[in-house]
T-cell receptor
Framework: GNSVTQMEGPVTLSEEAFLTINCTYT??????LFWYVQYPGEGLQLLLK?????DKGSNKGFEATYRKETTSFHLEKGSVQVSDSAVYFC????????????FGQGTRLTINP | SAVISQKPSRDICQRGTSLTIQCQVD?????MFWYRQQPGQSLTLIAT?????????ESGFVIDKFPISRPNLTFSTLTVSNLSPEDSSIYLC????????FGQGTRLTVV
């Protein structure tokens, strides 16, 4: 089956710290991988994505690289800001077949000034 | 991209009653997805709604409890029936293939 395991939270950092949120996946096919973000009081929105091995998704200073050898898609940012405080979800989708989007458990990130 | 309007944004309901959530998309889409996000948890897919056919439910979700309508290619409703406190969650609709777009969610509290 298709599943996603995400780093347990919550995570609290100081502004300008380096961020890593780990995400690993299992899949019977070749999934596309996503990071979604949920800001306080808002719906989910796509942060970045990668559709094949070695692709790097990037947006708003965040990056994640699709690593087939380690089945990982870790989210990183070099210098976080208070405005990055949100819940982050890793997700995968097998484009063939069922097309279902499978989410990790979410990581709540709090950035202190 | 797609813009999804979901309503109500929140509601407080009595046990034993039902709540119907509406989802309107600004473009025609084949499939719409309904998710549940329980407090502090991740998103769980409830069902997939195709226009003109019965919804497909995931394991653990049944039509009697979560009836879905899909009258056209831009609209769907999810009803949560016979409410109990365990149904208190955020319910979200979603569309999209390679990239999913989500409504703002409906926060349901059952008292």
């Amino acid at each position: 089956g298709n599943s996603v395991t995400q780093m347990e939270g919550p995570v609290t950092l100081s502004e300008e710290a380096f961020l890593t949120i780990n995400c690993t996946y299992t899949a019977t096919g070749y999934p596309s991988l996503f990071w979604y973000v949920q800001y306080p009081g808002e719906g989910l929105q796509l942060l970045l994505k990668a559709t094949k091995a070695d692709d790097k998704g990037s947006n708003k200073g965040f990056e994640a690289t699709y690593r087939k050898e380690t089945t990982s898609f870790h989210l990183e940012k070099g210098s976080v800001q208070v405005s990055d405080s949100a819940v982050y979800f890793c997700a995968s989708r097998i484009i063939q077949g069922a097309q279902k989007l499978v989410f990790g458990q979410g990581t709540r990130l709090t950035i202190n000034p | 991209s797609a813009v999804i309007s979901q309503k109500p944004s929140r509601d407080i309901c009595q046990r034993g009653t039902s709540l119907t959530i509406q989802c309107q998309v600004d473009s025609q889409v084949t499939m719409m997805f309904w998710y549940r996000q329980q407090p502090g948890q991740s998103l769980t897919l409830i069902a997939t709604a195709n226009q003109g056919s019965e919804a497909t439910y995931e394991s653990g979700f049944v039509i009697d409890k979560f009836p879905i309508s899909r009258p056209n290619l831009t609209f769907s409703t999810l009803t949560v029936s016979n409410l109990s406190p365990e149904d208190s969650s955020i319910y979200l609709c979603s569309v999209g293939w390679g990239e999913a777009f989500f409504g703002q969610g409906t926060r349901l509290t059952v008292v």
